[in-house]
């Protein structure tokens, strides 16, 4: 009876859901007609527009909302220009006018009644209509309007590279209306769209050498008839010959054709023109028996690559259809073009897809593209909001088939991102719309971490399960707009089962997942005990299996979840052969520390050392070992191993040993840092670390008494990391403390009464530096700054002498051209209290040279040499002056005990340089500073002698970690004394800043992120 009435409720239920839908849900109907011609001497099109719009809600409609997206090109004042300034391109931010476009000549009218248009919202893309008699439901209006489209270049999707022409977002397009209300929203790069389905009828004018490529299906016989034949032709051509020496582009006919196509049931309509295609066409039979053509558009230079591309084509469609059902469009069609937004774009029926070199990855774009056509195409969401379902699901089947082709572990990549993200704390959740996601968070968010979520869903529901509810939503759903609650509620009804767990705490909520191997048992011969402990905040179930050595499963176990903070232990069988025992082998589970979830056997060889570099394995926490080289003038060639942790994903703790022999010196020496980082999911502080280092290096040598001085620098430090308002906050805060203690060797001589000097050795003194910062950085790519505000207290001379130093510096840059920039810095710093005003030993200054490293900051080649190469070596900190000044204080080099104020000015030259090295820069630049002179033996003829300038021309490589810079003009004390020197090298400067290059930034760069 219980059985009975449990399949009675189960009925029931989808009986009342799809009731619900259809009681509830609606969705508007449009249809267009659009006529346009081609002008390639403007890049323009002009037309005229027209809409049948249906409403089928309940409501009167007083407005209709239209989209002007090509508007977003117009200016840098749009959504899209913000965007993708601060996502780091900045070719849109510096483009001609004569590079941008916008749509314009519009006159929205009805035969109806009048309309009036305005933008309540701002900017010129989200237009309102107001209807001067409402809209009643069941009820159409057909609006119409001229227009004349500018096309821009290939910032993004729509755009033309000289005369190959991308229509994408391209017309007026009404946005949709749903239970919400209206959803008007601007165009962005990164984030996609929401749109109502429609029908359409696309008249083109355009000259008679053109291919087209388009969604929908050409209905003119004459260009069908054309195209075939020309399809035919490319079939026969020697295509890889063709890539190897591609002919010259086509000059356009003088003569115009007129061209029809017509899509029905579609959310968009995509066109793209150019007259030097080849075309290949391949027919593929569907499961129905029904022919379905598939279409492949591509220039000379990717023929090799792309006569491939039907083949590619034909297998990901066949196993989207097997998935979730069968392809209903009439066609296909991808296009290898110049687009601006990612690797590849999709619209009903066609793609777009960058140029590439591989055919794996064209594989792989080609399926995650024409997959689009299921999900987002098919199964509409509103991918501006919910990002990660379309992506997500996409991504996921797309990973199934990657797999099925080419084996390995697609989702690798995903989970490598999601766990570099993690680690940093830098992570946001899925559930967030796409303009509130960093960059590269919008990949995590909407691709990677959903894929990973969805796999293990199938691992848990099993593949035959899986795709039997996937079957079921696209029956259900196709060509219907759903979203979040609607997708889970059609896989826990599908499944019978609670699956808040997937779709609230992993895709929703942003739960972190921590499950551990805490301890296994053994319970006689034939059984183990395990102890599972869950570490996270997530209840995922838990899926724990037996492996090999070659990481195939031999044998699974599908636990129930554990609560948060629960630990308890399952018994399962032994296996004699396996190589390990782990919770989820495959990593789909985004879990924040993949480390604690494996237990290898006794006999398991496991790797207790990485050789040169990290492990890929992110399992793997065993130290990194390479040979570290490096230089001082007092210590000569340093040689030695550098021991380290994983710099890519580490773990709370964290270190770096650089344990070295001077070949001069004879000495073991080296540095080393302990570092304990946490990252914290709630509060103001995002993360917290506590560092403890220590180095030892010579600082003096004085070859007649053959000895070397040595310093010994230990270092305390806590900093704080300030949580960032929102995802897309470019503006990061930090609290930090610093400690050091000194001991410096002292060379100890004797006078006699004869005035001879005696060398009696060595003696050693301590000293101690406290440091209290706050820093400020905003890292917008436009115009990127840094402030840091420092307290500063020492003690040395046996704790006899004491300062107090307050100090302001800071970096301010801002771009005028991509890759052109002008930068500020400046320095203000002071000692409100100083025991030693006329000669305390660690003044400020305006130049400081490499004696002046006085806290043991900065890698220098040669401390308080005076000539040859290493007197060159110059810090820029403090005053940041470049000029190298050996014997400063004989001329007063802007030193004081009291205050300094400098300006540092430099630029890149706005030309194009002979060479365009990656990292290099040629920069004029200009310093200027104030000090106040505290020192009583040096006596200024005015007050413009503390005044101290330069003028010069720097090489910056690698953004600030080194510089080489020239000195031309200066000011008199300073041009008086280079005039000295009489040598031209003496102009010269050479600055090393290993500091300027941080962990984080090094794994960025390397990574690409």
């Given at each position: 009876m219980k059985s009975i009435l449990a399949l009675l409720l189960f009925f029931c239920s989808g009986f009342l859901s799809v009731w619900g839908q259809s009681s509830d849900y609606f969705q508007q109907q449009s249809r267009y007609e659009i006529h346009f011609r081609l002008n390639e001497a403007q890049h323009s099109l002009s037309g005229h527009w027209k809409m049948s719009y249906q409403n089928q809600s309940a409501d009167s409609l007083t407005e209709i909302w239209i989209h002007l997206w090509p508007n977003a090109y117009r200016n840098n004042g749009s959504p899209f220009a913000h965007q993708l300034a601060e996502n780091g391109d900045l070719s849109f931010q510096f483009a001609a006018d004569s590079a941008r476009g916008g749509i314009d000549s519009l006159d929205f009218s009805s035969p109806s009644q009048s309309l009036s248009s305005s933008f309540p919202l701002g900017g010129q893309e989200m237009l309102r209509l107001e209807l001067s008699s409402p809209l009643a439901p069941g009820d159409s209006l057909l609006i119409e309007s001229p227009f004349h489209l500018k096309v821009p270049a290939s910032f993004s999707r729509l755009g033309h590279q000289k005369q190959y022409y991308q229509l994408c977002q391209w017309y007026p397009k009404v946005a949709v209306y749903d239970a919400e209300g209206w959803h008007p929203m601007p165009y962005l790069d990164q984030g996609e769209f929401y749109g109502e389905f429609g029908d359409y009828d696309i008249y083109i004018e355009l000259p008679a050498n053109y291919w087209v490529a388009a969604t929908g299906q050409l209905q003119t016989a004459a260009e069908q008839k054309r195209l075939a034949d020309w399809a035919k032709a490319c079939a026969k051509m020697d295509l890889i010959g063709l890539s190897v020496d591609p002919p010259p582009s086509l000059?356009?006919?003088?003569?115009?054709?007129q061209l029809h196509y017509q899509?029905?049931?579609v959310q968009d309509f995509a066109l793209f023109l150019n007259k030097d295609f080849y075309v290949l066409k391949k027919e593929m039979p569907l499961a129905t028996g029904r022919k379905l053509p598939l279409w492949a558009f591509f220039e000379a230079e990717e023929a090799y690559i792309w006569q491939l591309a039907p083949d590619f084509m034909e297998k990901s469609t066949r196993y989207y259809s097997k998935v979730m059902g069968e392809y209903p469009y009439p066609q296909i069609t991808a296009v290898q073009g110049p687009l601006g937004a990612g690797g590849g774009m999709e619209y009903p029926m066609i793609t777009i897809i960058n140029p590439t070199s591989s055919k794996k990855y064209l594989d792989l774009l080609l399926a995650h593209e024409i997959g689009h056509n299921w999900w987002y195409g098919i199964l509409a969401s509103n991918e501006r909001k919910h990002p990660w379902i379309d992506e997500g699901f996409n991504s996921y089947i797309e990973s199934r088939y990657m797999q099925q082709e080419y084996g390995g572990q697609p989702l690798r990549q995903a989970y490598l991102a999601y766990l570099l993200q993690a680690q940093r704390n830098e992570e946001q959740s899925s559930a967030l719309p796409s303009d509130s996601l960093s960059n590269f968070n919008y990949?995590?968010?909407?691709?990677?971490?959903?894929?990973?979520?969805?796999?293990?869903?199938?691992?848990?529901?099993?593949?035959?399960k899986m795709d039997s509810i996937l079957q079921a939503i696209y029956e259900k759903w196709q060509f219907k707009h759903l979203g979040p609650q609607e997708l889970q509620r059609e896989f826990e009804q599908g499944s019978g089962q609670d699956l808040g767990w997937c779709f609230q705490e992993l895709l929703q909520d942003k739960k972190r997942v921590d499950l551990a191997l805490a301890k296994l048992s053994n319970l006689g011969s034939d059984s183990l005990l395990v102890q599972i402990q869950n570490k996270g905040q997530a209840a995922p179930p838990i899926f724990l299996a037996y492996m090999n050595e070659e990481g195939e499963l031999l044998q699974a176990f599908k636990l129930p979840p554990l609560a948060a903070g629960e630990t308890k232990s399952f018994r399962i069988p032994k296996l004699a052969h396996a190589h390990s025992l782990e919770i989820d082998p495959f990593a789909y589970l985004p879990d924040y520390n993949r480390a604690n979830q494996q237990r290898y056997f006794a006999r398991s060889k496991r790797k207790r050392i990485n050789l040169l570099y990290p492990s890929p394995d992110f399992t793997n926490q065993a130290p990194s070992v390479a040979p570290i080289i490096g230089?001082?003038?007092?210590?000569?060639?340093l040689l030695g191993l550098g021991v380290y942790s994983n710099p890519i994903f580490p773990k709370n703790w964290r270190y770096q040993l650089y344990p070295l022999v001077g070949t001069s010196s004879e000495q073991l020496l080296?540095?080393?840092?302990?570092?304990?980082?946490?990252?914290?999911?709630?509060?103001?502080?995002?993360?917290?670390?506590?560092?403890?280092?220590?180095k030892r290096y010579s600082y003096f040598s004085r070859e007649r008494?053959?000895?070397k001085l040595q310093y010994q620098r230990w270092r305390l430090a806590a900093e704080l990391a300030l949580r960032p308002k929102a995802g897309r906050q470019f503006r990061r805060q930090y609290i930090g403390l610093e400690n050091l203690l000194i001991r410096e060797e002292e060379e100890n001589f004797e006078r006699d009464s004869l005035n001879n000097i005696s060398y009696l050795g060595k003696t050693a003194s301590f000293r101690s530096v406290h440091r209290l910062y706050y820093r400020w950085e905003n890292r917008h790519p436009l115009a990127p700054a840094n402030y840091k505000l420092a307290l500063e207290f020492a003690q040395y001379d046996q704790g006899q002498e004491q300062y107090l130093k307050l100090s302001l510096e800071g970096q301010k840059d801002w771009y005028y051209a991509v890759g052109k920039k002008v930068g500020l810095r400046f320095f203000f710093g002071g000692f409100p209290f100083h025991s030693d005003r006329d000669f305390g030993a660690y003044p400020?200054?305006?130049?400081?040279?490499?004696?002046?490293?006085?806290?043991?900051?900065?890698?220098?080649?040669?401390?308080?040499i005076q000539s040859g190469f290493s007197e060159q070596q110059v810090l820029i900190k403090e005053g940041g002056f470049k000029l190298p000044i050996a014997n400063a204080q004989a001329i007063g080099d802007g030193r004081s005990n009291s205050f300094i104020g400098a300006i540092n000015l430099r630029a890149d030259l706005p030309i194009r340089l002979p060479f365009r090295l990656p990292y290099f820069r040629l920069q004029p630049y200009f310093d200027l500073g104030y000090f106040e002179n505290t020192a009583p033996s040096l006596q200024l003829d005015s007050p413009a002698d503390a005044i101290f300038y330069d003028l010069g021309l720097l090489l910056d490589i690698g953004d600030g970690l080194a510089q080489i810079s020239y000195s031309f003009y200066s000011n008199e004390r300073l041009r008086n004394y280079m005039k000295d020197k009489n040598n031209f090298w003496a102009r010269f400067g050479i600055s090393i800043n290993l500091n300027s290059w941080s962990r984080e930034k090094l794994t960025d760069e390397l990574i690409g992120f």
């Open positions: 000059p356009s006919d003088s003569s115009f054709k899509a029905k049931n990949y995590l968010a909407a691709y990677a971490k959903p894929s990973l979520i969805l796999s293990y869903l199938e691992q848990h529901l099993g593949q035959p230089y001082n003038a007092h210590d000569g060639l080296g540095q080393g840092q302990f570092t304990f980082h946490k990252g914290l999911q709630k509060g103001k502080i995002k993360d917290y670390q506590i560092s403890l280092g220590y008494y053959n000895y400020l200054h305006l130049l400081s040279r490499n004696a002046h490293d006085y806290h043991y900051d900065n890698y220098v080649l040669g401390r308080n």
